[in-house]
């Protein structure tokens, strides 16, 4: 009963921006921490940027000052505006989000389906 789908992933010249977005929806009791994590091709999937309920947030030290991330809890979606974009940053990108559900107890860990950035000339 709970999904989350990403949208605003492409292609992007080095230096160019792009913003994600990640919406949830379906039976939430509430939602606490969210996230982006990336993997590209024959890489494992990394941590990018955290935010909790409270809007404190954590990067990886590679985009830190270049990415920025921010949710609004009245839409149940997070956001990761990413500036000065380099081919490194080349991935795709997934949404996270630890939510409880309407008549459960325990929170659980949600995934979207991905989507595709591509930084390259």
């Known amino acids: 009963q709970v999904q989350l789908v990403e949208s605003g992933g492409g292609l992007v010249q080095p230096g160019g921006s792009l913003r994600l977005s990640c919406a949830a929806s379906?039976?939430?009791?509430?939602?606490?921490?969210m996230g982006w994590y990336r993997q590209a091709p024959e890489k494992q999937r990394e941590l990018v940027a955290t935010?909790?309920?409270?809007?404190?947030?954590n990067y990886k030290d590679s985009v830190k000052g270049r990415f920025t991330i921010s949710r609004d809890n009245a839409k149940n979606t997070v956001y990761l505006q990413m500036n000065s974009l380099k081919p490194e940053d080349t991935a795709v990108y997934y949404c996270?989000?630890?939510?409880?559900?309407?008549?459960?107890?325990?929170?659980?860990?949600?995934w979207g389906q991905g989507t595709q950035v591509t930084v390259s000339s």
């Open positions: 996270n989000a630890h939510i409880r559900r309407k008549l459960y107890l325990a929170a659980s860990e949600y």
């Open positions: 935010i909790s309920s409270g809007d404190s947030t």
């Open positions: 379906g039976s939430i009791f509430s939602i606490n921490d």
